[in-house]
């Protein structure tokens, strides 16, 4: 528990001290996706199938942190520096060089209590090298589609006036 506690203070704290490329509406954004998202995945992975859980088999209220807080500040994170207008190669070189620190970070959250809280069924480290690319990549997706939807609004809304 000392670890989360720890990772989540550090994550947030980057989170919303960093300069800001997003707006408030669109980390909300994120913010909320990133937990359904992640709901949606854990009912399977962790609840179903027991691939793998963070502290016990069972549903339990220390997983709410995990899901409230410290996901979506990574990825708030993630967002704010991705190279969105640069050439291929450096998103991929930026989605390889976040793929190396999850890896590292799920690595360390193995360890035992009260470090660690995340345990693994069946489920791999390589597991998470194949599927945090696609997660990121859905992550950019979602992201793009609300930054149009928002310049969508804002240029109806100008229409009215």
Same mark, same amino acid.
Request: charged share 15%; with cysteine; net charge positive.
């Given at each position: ?67 409230? =807080? #410290?996901? &979506?500040?990574?990825?708030? /994170? ?9 050439? *291929?190669? !450096? @998103? ?37 090298? =194949? #599927?945090? &690319?696609?997660?990121?990549? /859905? ?9 149009? *939807?928002? !310049? @969508? ?9």
């Amino acid at each position: 528990m000392v670890g989360l506690i720890f990772s989540i203070g550090i994550f947030n704290l980057i989170a919303l001290k960093i300069k800001k490329k997003l707006s408030i509406s669109q980390m909300v954004h994120i913010w909320v996706f990133t937990i359904a998202l992640q709901t949606i995945f854990d009912v399977y992975i962790d609840l179903k199938y027991h691939g793998y859980w963070y502290f016990s088999k069972s549903v339990d209220w220390n997983s709410f942190l995990v899901l409230i =807080f #410290l996901v &979506p500040p990574v990825n708030v /994170i993630f967002l704010n520096f991705f190279p969105y207008k640069k050439e *291929l190669m !450096k @998103k991929i070189l930026y989605i390889a060089g976040w793929e190396i620190g999850l890896l590292l970070y799920e690595s360390m959250t193995l360890f035992p209590e009260p470090w660690g809280y995340f345990h693994y069924g069946w489920w791999t480290l390589w597991h998470s090298l =194949f #599927l945090n &690319p696609i997660l990121l990549l /859905i992550l950019v997706g979602y992201y793009n589609w609300i930054c149009r *939807l928002e !310049k @969508k609004s804002i240029t109806n809304n100008e229409l009215k006036y």
